[in-house]
């Protein structure tokens, strides 16, 4: 891990590293990156590399133009799928305007502000991730198809399971960028696969949900086949999800780590503060029309409960022990920005906490049904307007299909 300059500078030379990808998100979720030479990449660490703020998706009001991207030290990686001999590597970078200040609509910046708002009530949030994705079949021109790479079920092996080399080969690509699977299998759907990923800090595991798309879809194209994330892209199978992992440390302890039926008062009011204002994220967690087909479906929790290893919950209290305990929260699909995805369940969840909020018997309310839906209990929201700039809530909401219309 490097944090200063001059460290990385040293290992950019002593590693024949020769192109350097300045990579950020825009509020789709979309990564987007410049490649600069080595030579710059000092200045960028000073000053920041600008571009175009009006041909970015989300930024296009962005005060005077252009932005600058500053690459962010710790975030260091090197694309071990490049030649070994001018070498690429990619830093994430935060975003600033001319002043030097963060952009306003930079969602890396707001699962920041997420974290340091838990750390001053004493907290650290650890996330973690298992993203589901399917595996199609290219036509002869090299276009994707609807024809699912095998017809495998759940946790199939080879020769049914097709995509088992594949996910190895994600897998160990992943590891060499620094990111750790925790596990891998076939998913119930003909041709869905699931990696699974270790616990870490937010803004890490953000950055590396980005990372592990990118990862997937390249892997995929180079053995010939299509990666899917859409929520539901199969009518009549089981959709995809990106079920996300959170817990909460104090004084280095877990605090969802008791008795096996007990949660300790701050773990429990952290699940009432998202259950309580899911309704006015869930624009954030579910981005796209499909994302609300896939709730309607089978494969996806549709009301809001919560339950002990119950998988038709919103949220589902894994049978997890010690340091894994934790909760699951089922809704999210992997069309999100997990940035904001993150940052939003984050402070609905201390909002339960300063709230002293209590988890109950809730009536099976229908979570939000359509994308328009979603977007006018984001507008309305006390929660999303206390915790997001009005600048990336209106950018995103203008820029998402089926939400840019007042409600």
């Not at 959170?246 to 096996?260: D, H, M, V």
Request: glycine share 8%; proline share 6%; net charge negative.
């Amino acid at each position: 891990m490097f944090y200063k300059t001059n460290e990385i500078l040293q290992f950019v030379k002593e590693n024949d590293v020769k192109f350097i990808r300045l990579a950020f998100c825009d509020l789709t979720g979309r990564q987007r990156n410049i490649s600069i030479m080595p030579g710059e990449l000092e200045r960028a660490f000073e000053k920041g590399v600008a571009f175009d703020a009006s041909a970015v998706t989300g930024f296009e009001n962005a005060p005077g133009g252009d932005l600058f991207l500053v690459p962010e030290a710790s975030t260091l990686s090197i694309l071990p799928w490049r030649p070994s001999h001018g070498r690429v590597a990619r830093f994430m970078c935060s975003i600033k305007d001319f002043s030097g200040r963060i952009f306003s609509g930079d969602c890396r910046a707001l699962l920041a502000s997420a974290e340091n708002k838990a750390r001053e009530l004493g907290y650290t949030v650890k996330t973690g991730a298992e993203c589901e994705f399917y595996l199609f079949k290219l036509d002869e021109q090299g276009e994707p198809t609807s024809i699912p790479y095998d017809q495998a079920g759940y946790m199939d092996v080879a020769p049914l399971d097709r995509g088992e080399n594949v996910r190895r080969e994600i897998c160990l690509t992943l590891e060499d960028m620094g990111i750790q699977p925790e596990s891998s299998h076939h998913e119930k759907g003909p041709g869905q696969n699931e990696i699974d990923f270790k616990f870490s800090d937010a803004l890490i595991t953000a950055d590396r949900l980005i990372t592990v798309k990118w990862v997937v879809s390249t892997t995929a194209a180079r053995n010939g086949l299509y990666a899917s994330f859409e929520p539901l892209p199969l009518k009549n199978a089981p959709g995809s999800g990106l079920h996300l992992n959170l817990s909460l440390f104090t004084g280095g302890k877990n605090i969802f780590k008791t008795a096996p039926d007990e949660h300790c008062p701050e773990a429990e009011s952290f699940m009432a503060g998202i259950l309580e204002n899911i309704g006015d994220i869930t624009a954030f967690l579910n981005a796209a029309p499909s994302s609300y087909e896939r709730l309607r479906a089978l494969s996806g929790p549709d009301y809001i409960g919560w339950g002990r290893s119950r998988r038709d919950r919103l949220i589902r209290i894994p049978a997890a022990s010690g340091e894994n305990a934790r909760l699951e929260l089922r809704s999210p699909d992997s069309l999100c920005n997990p940035y904001l995805a993150l940052a939003m369940s984050i402070f609905a969840g201390l909002d339960g906490i300063k709230r002293g909020a209590r988890p109950k018997a809730l009536p099976e309310s229908l979570l939000p049904l359509s994308p328009a839906d979603a977007a006018g209990r984001a507008r309305r929201s006390s929660l999303v307007k206390e915790n997001m700039p009005e600048l990336l809530l209106n950018n995103y909401l203008a820029h998402m299909p089926g939400m840019n219309t007042e409600g």
